[in-house]
């Protein structure tokens, strides 16, 4: 065992409620310092607390999966076997996939069934990447008679998962998956307001047999232990989903280090919905877009642009969809519904409300919603908000939150004027029977993915990612793989 004084071994968190979760470091869960508590957004109640890294307890895990990745044990693996562990990981979330709806349920505020969705999605990562494990050939280069050239693709070494609270498990999966598939080592810190099912992924670590120090887990603060682990010199690469703000800091903490970044920074994504567009499953897209997870999603459709002759149509549909969802928390919605679940935390819920005063202010129509709901936890009523124009900051800024504006227009060029006219662009959408105005929309939004006639068409296979402040990278998909390689070329000269 390492020499962790300060910081006694402690054992696996069981079920709800709690005490105590730790971090879990070089194979060992460590108690971690002092303790941060962690809430039920649904209640407002405390269920756990979780540690609190400090920049030792970052120091130490970064050495361990340096360690890790200097020895071979890991990298050196075939990569069929590597990737069987990774798919087993996977395994090991569906098999506790009750245990783990239910944490996330009660940490994170969603619904039931979203959070079992959740941990489906999250293993799906780990089988996706672990069947690509084997997938990452290098070529070889003609250079004539006189040499052999190849090239090959070598592991970063230990790369760095810094993780929203929005899909905690999944955004981990995510980057972990595709970073142990491919044979670095990770050191992950935990979002702070809803850390513990991420816990469940260190488990499926030890349950698999993963080696010491590939997957550290670390519980804290995003200005102690995200700053200390995003400036590490040690760290070799690096993944952040978050806010524009973080983002520039963690890219600004990449560059001191000459390390590469993936940054996922959200979105003000639109949806373009045509006269010959299908409205009914416009309506249930809506939904899914803007009330899935209470629209604290980087891709919600938070904006829909509707032609002028629909509009009134579109925005009493959208509006009465909205009023029909039942708003409660999670536990209260074990099935698919419709229903909605409680933001992240009071400030988030509060922020998200200001901002619908204000668009009122500025001159939009309140349809739906708007306020908070006189219960405890922190509910935001679905909000929808009409005749919303360009400038408005409602337009233009991320809610993070279960709100959707709703803007006009008449000409096609309109259209994509006002979808292109954000500091934004990680994704679109375009409702239309008309494949071709379909297709030059898809084609001249900027985005780094377009829906046409379905809001989320793609899964863990399609490659996600932003253009403009939305970030850069991408994840998903075979491109995700290519951020945690580097590409060496050998050339042999032939003599004689
Ligand atoms: P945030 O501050 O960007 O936090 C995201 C992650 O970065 C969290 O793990 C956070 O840790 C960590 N962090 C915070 N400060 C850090 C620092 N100086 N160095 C390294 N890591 C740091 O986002 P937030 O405050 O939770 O939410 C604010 C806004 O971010 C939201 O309204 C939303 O617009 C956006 N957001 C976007 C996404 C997305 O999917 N694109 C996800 C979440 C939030 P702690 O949480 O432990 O402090
Ligand atoms: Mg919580």
């Known amino acids: 065992m390492p020499d962790f004084a300060t910081t006694p071994q402690a054992s696996a968190p069981q079920m709800l409620p709690h005490t105590h979760w730790p971090n879990f470091i070089d194979g060992y869960w460590q108690g971690g310092g002092s303790s941060v508590p962690v809430y039920n957004p649904g209640t407002g109640q405390q269920i756990a607390t979780q540690a609190c890294a400090s920049a030792t307890h970052v120091d130490r895990a970064v050495g361990a999966a340096q360690r890790c990745h200097q020895e071979g044990s890991f990298r050196h693996l075939a990569p069929v076997e590597r990737g069987r562990l990774v798919q087993r990981m996977g395994q090991y979330l569906l098999e506790h996939l009750d245990e783990i709806a239910n944490v996330l349920c009660l940490d994170v505020g969603k619904p039931l069934w979203e959070a079992r969705l959740e941990v489906e999605t999250a293993a799906r990562y780990f089988e996706y990447y672990g069947n690509q ?37 999944e955004m981990t999966a995510r980057s972990v998956s595709a970073a142990l598939a491919t044979g670095n080592t990770c050191v992950v810190k935990t979002p702070e307001l809803d850390p513990l099912a991420v816990t469940y992924i260190a488990r499926a670590a030890e349950c698999v047999g993963l080696p010491a120090g590939a997957l550290n887990i670390l519980c804290g603060y995003g ?121 992240i935390s009071e400030a988030q819920r509060d922020k998200a409300e200001a901002m619908c005063q204000r668009a009122q202010q500025q001159g939009a129509r309140l349809v739906a919603g708007g306020a908070r709901l006189d219960r405890d936890g922190y509910f935001l009523a679905p909000t929808v908000i009409a005749d919303v124009t360009a400038e408005m900051e409602i337009a233009q800024q991320e809610v993070f939150g279960p709100v959707v504006a709703v803007l006009k227009f008449r000409t096609e060029d309109e259209a994509i004027a006002l979808a292109n006219g954000t500091d934004y662009g990680l994704v679109g959408g375009v409702y239309s029977a008309n494949i071709n105005r379909a297709m030059r929309i898809s084609r001249d939004i900027r985005a780094g993915q377009v829906f046409v006639n379905e809001w989320y068409a793609g899964g863990v296979e399609t490659p996600f990612g932003g253009f403009g402040k939305s970030g850069y990278g991408r994840e998903k998909g075979r491109e995700a793989l290519l951020n945690y390689v580097q590409t060496k070329n050998v050339g042999i000269a032939i003599k004689g």
């Open 133 to 169: 494990a084997e997938t990452m050939e290098g070529r070889s280069i003609p250079l004539g008679g006189q040499y052999f050239d190849f090239t090959v693709h070598e592991p970063y070494g230990v790369t760095a998962h810094i993780i929203p609270w929005n899909y905690p498990l």
């Open 223 to 343: 200005s102690e232990a995200g700053a200390a682990l995003s400036a590490h010199p040690d760290i070799d690469q690096l993944v952040f989903t978050g806010s524009v703000q973080t983002g520039i800091a963690i890219a600004t903490a990449a560059a001191q280090n000459v390390v590469p970044c993936v940054l996922e920074l959200g979105g003000k994504s639109a949806a373009v919905v045509f006269d010959d567009a299908d409205l009914e499953a416009l309506v249930s897209d809506v939904r899914w877009g803007i009330y899935f997870n209470a629209g604290q999603v980087c891709s919600a459709m938070s904006r829909l642009i509707v032609h002028e002759s629909i509009y009134d149509d579109v925005v009493s549909r959208v509006a009465e969809m909205s009023k029909s969802l039942e708003v409660g928390p999670g536990m209260a919605f074990p099935a698919h519904g419709p229903n909605m679940g409680a933001m």
